[in-house]
């Protein structure tokens, strides 16, 4: 059974450049999120995607977008790179079923991938 | 938004058992308590999860009282493969979104 897994593993681009990370989810996983760990910091959550639809969003500006497809992998996108965009990007795939109606929360064990580092030069 | 506060850092020698301990004061109903481990340019790995009251598993125990406003990981019998960063989260009901603080630097020695 697959884990997470990330491409690529290192990416090296320069300011002002686009960049496209990808990511698969664990099997039977249909929920994905997206996260940026600066060197020393923990990570934080840059968006989440179900159904298809970026459904949570972290404080981070729209240069970020995503995109999650009907096999339910997930792409996540930069756009106009600053240097300050250097950092580990982590993907993490949980389950969360059907959608539903529910105001009562459950727990979502979010597995991560290995992550792409980015350098921007 | 439920935030956690951990220490910083501890330190350890190799056989001991070790309790982090994490605070969550704001911590809402529909929470859960996930905790993590990380190790240098690595995703994190899931450790344990819970709600209430204690969780054992074959890496770690996981102790919360009634009011839950904190939590207590333990580990038991460290290693130096222990030395790591432990995340303490608080998933925020059916569309969580985790917030990572800074962690605790855990370091094992000889």
């Known amino acids: 059974d697959a884990g997470v897994t990330q491409s690529p593993t290192h990416l090296i681009k320069t300011r002002g450049q686009q960049v496209t990370l990808r990511c698969s989810p664990k099997s039977g996983h249909d929920t994905v999120s997206w996260y940026q760990q600066a060197l020393g910091q923990g990570p934080q959550f840059i968006f989440q995607y179900y159904e298809e639809e970026e459904r949570q969003r972290g404080n981070f500006p729209d240069r970020f977008s995503g995109h999650q497809y009907p096999n339910y992998s997930s792409e996540l996108n930069v756009n106009a790179l600053l240097l300050g965009d250097s950092a580990l990007y982590l993907c993490a795939s949980s389950f969360q079923g059907p959608s539903q109606d529910s105001s009562v929360g459950w727990g979502e064990t979010q597995y991560f991938g290995p992550g792409t580092r980015l350098l921007v030069l | 938004l439920a935030k956690t506060t951990q220490p910083i850092s501890m330190d350890s020698y190799e056989g001991q058992e070790v309790n982090i301990t994490c605070s969550h004061n704001?911590?809402?109903?529909?929470?859960?308590i996930t905790w993590y481990q990380q190790f240098p340019s690595q995703g994190p790995r899931f450790i344990i999860q819970g709600y209430k009251t204690k969780v054992t598993n074959e890496v770690a125990s996981l102790f919360i009282p009634a009011d839950r406003k904190s939590s207590t990981l333990s580990l038991p019998r460290v290693s130096l493969s222990d030395t790591a960063v432990y995340y303490c989260l608080v998933g925020e009901g059916n569309f969580n979104k985790f917030y990572f603080g800074s962690g605790t630097k855990l370091n094992v020695k000889p």
């Open positions: 704001n911590i809402a109903t529909n929470d859960y």
